[in-house]
């Protein structure tokens, strides 16, 4: 048995807007298909998974018990560029890694971490740290 990871689902309220806040972000394209709309990497990043943005009604109302990680040698920088895209700062926090917590334009969570750059970053990952 094998299997790939190849979409992350969104549903949106505003699956256009959505997708071009996640597409600014990570660099992307913004692509329609089958009716649907989608964010890609160009044709030369070497990863092969694509986020699509479903239409719903109703908007987000809990907690994500999921949620993506994207890394940076620069955490301030990304934050001031991410907040300027239309995500939303929540927290800041330091361990072996600084990493600040943020949602998206509809309210998702994601970090932005910056690995080895908390203040020990040569100590053992605290419990549930998950290698942040």
């Known amino acids: 048995m094998s299997l790939a990871l190849r979409v992350i689902t969104f549903d949106a309220r505003e699956p256009r807007t959505l ?3 996640w597409a600014d972000a990570l660099g992307w394209l913004v692509e329609e298909v089958r009716g649907e709309i989608a964010v890609e990497p160009p044709a030369d990043v070497p990863w092969d998974v694509h986020l ?3 239409p719903v009604l109703e908007g987000k109302t809990a907690k994500n ?8 040698d620069d955490l301030d920088r ?17 361990d072996v890694s600084r990493w600040a917590v943020l ?26 740290d998950h290698g942040r």
Do not use: I, K, M, Y
Not at 65 to 72: A, N, Q, Y
Not at 78 to 94: D, K, P
Not at 103 to 128: I, K, L, R, W, Y
């Open 65 to 72: 018990r999921c949620h993506p990680d994207l890394h940076t």
């Open 78 to 94: 990304e934050v001031v560029r991410l907040t300027g895209l239309g995500a939303t700062e929540v927290s800041r926090h330091a």
């Open 52 to 54: 699509l943005f479903l």
């Open 19 to 21: 997708a071009r806040f």
């Open 103 to 128: 949602h998206d334009p509809e309210g998702n969570e994601f970090c932005v971490v910056q690995p080895g750059a908390g203040p020990s970053h040569t100590a053992t990952p605290a419990a549930g």
